[in-house]
């Protein structure tokens, strides 16, 4: 594959994180938490392998998978809903698809110059992430 998302990763901007939020039922207290955040993401991509590291001061997330290859994703510490996910590629864009209670549930991530950029989406709502070297 072309693209390497590997790297260490910061958030720079945060596009209607309360509305992915919100859609996810994270309550009240954690939201007002967690959107003062800026995550850094430790990405490690070999071949189909991928690990992404989600960090902040208040939680963090890892996800490990193969891409193609469906997998349980238990999305603990977040809104704890377990799901079937799959993440394949779209071109140069890693998809993910997310099926389980919340419909619409999925991310994409993409590069854009020297940018990473995220899409992570809940039923209406759409949150837009774009994240620098460290
Ligand atoms: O990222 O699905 O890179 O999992 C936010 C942690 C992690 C902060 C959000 C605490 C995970 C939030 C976003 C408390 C509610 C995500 C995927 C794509 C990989």
Redesign the pocket.
């Known amino acids: 594959m072309p693209v390497d998302f590997s790297g260490t990763w910061n958030l720079v901007s945060n596009d209607n994180f309360e509305g992915y ?1 919100v859609a996810l039922g ?1 309550d009240f207290a ?1 939201r007002k938490i ?1 959107k003062m ?1 800026k ?1 850094q ?1 430790v990405i490690k991509q070999d071949g189909d392998m991928l690990s ?1 590291h ?1 960090t ?1 001061t ?4 890892m ?1 490990q998978f193969k891409i193609g290859e469906e997998f349980e994703e238990d999305n603990k ?2 809104d704890n809903r377990k799901c079937k996910s799959l993440v394949t590629w779209d071109n140069d864009k890693l998809v ?1 698809v997310q099926i389980g209670e919340k419909k619409n549930r999925g ?1 994409t ?1 993409w590069l854009e110059g020297d940018d990473l950029h ?1 899409e ?1 989406r809940c039923e209406n709502q759409v949150c837009r992430q774009v994240f620098k070297r460290a």
């Open positions: 939020m994270i954690t967690a955040l995550p993401k992404i989600t902040s208040f939680r963090d997330y996800l510490g977040l993910c991310w991530h995220l992570l």
